[in-house]
């Protein structure tokens, strides 16, 4: 964990989550927060990689309108913000997507340093979310 970057990424987070539909009119799901907690222990405890592509599957919008057994709100979003942090930053070429990227990094060696990257960025993410106000939106949809 790099506590400059962190902050320094902060700002960005705070644009990422306007730029891709997390927050809007200053405010956000507040289940977003368990999800970007959930993507970091997913990384810490299992790969990076698998943390991806796990959280990249956009959310399924079934027909009769049950939510069983998926999640309240789209997590492909939060992979989204990360991005676009880290295309912000100038970190990841504007081509690339998140996955191909760190596949590419593991490739080369680099695995720590990338995994690393995301997780601040995931943390900026976390720490942008306190600047909205957190609402729950269930009854919204």
Same mark, same amino acid.
């Given at each position: 964990m790099n506590k400059?970057?962190?902050?320094?990424?902060?700002?960005?987070?705070? %644009?990422?989550? *306007?730029n891709v539909g997390i927050a809007?009119?200053?405010?956000?799901?507040k289940s977003y927060r368990s999800q970007i907690a959930s993507?970091?222990?997913s990384v810490i405890m299992g790969s990076l990689i698998a943390a991806?592509?796990?959280f990249s599957k956009p959310q399924d919008n079934k027909e009769d309108g049950s939510k069983?057994?998926?999640?309240?709100? %789209?997590?492909? *979003?939060?992979i989204e913000a990360i991005l676009n942090v880290l295309h912000s930053d100038g970190l990841i070429p504007e081509t690339k997507t998140l996955y191909d990227?760190?596949?590419d990094e593991r490739a080369a060696g680099r695995g720590v340093p990338s995994r690393d990257a995301v997780l601040d960025a995931a943390?900026?993410?976390k720490l942008?979310?306190?600047?909205y106000q957190l609402d729950d939106r269930e009854g919204s949809k």
């Amino acid at each position: 964990m790099n506590k400059a970057r962190i902050e320094g990424w902060i700002p960005l987070a705070y %644009d990422a989550l *306007k730029n891709v539909g997390i927050a809007a009119n200053g405010s956000m799901d507040k289940s977003y927060r368990s999800q970007i907690a959930s993507f970091g222990a997913s990384v810490i405890m299992g790969s990076l990689i698998a943390a991806i592509a796990f959280f990249s599957k956009p959310q399924d919008n079934k027909e009769d309108g049950s939510k069983k057994n998926s999640p309240k709100v %789209d997590r492909s *979003k939060l992979i989204e913000a990360i991005l676009n942090v880290l295309h912000s930053d100038g970190l990841i070429p504007e081509t690339k997507t998140l996955y191909d990227w760190a596949r590419d990094e593991r490739a080369a060696g680099r695995g720590v340093p990338s995994r690393d990257a995301v997780l601040d960025a995931a943390i900026a993410l976390k720490l942008a979310m306190n600047l909205y106000q957190l609402d729950d939106r269930e009854g919204s949809k």
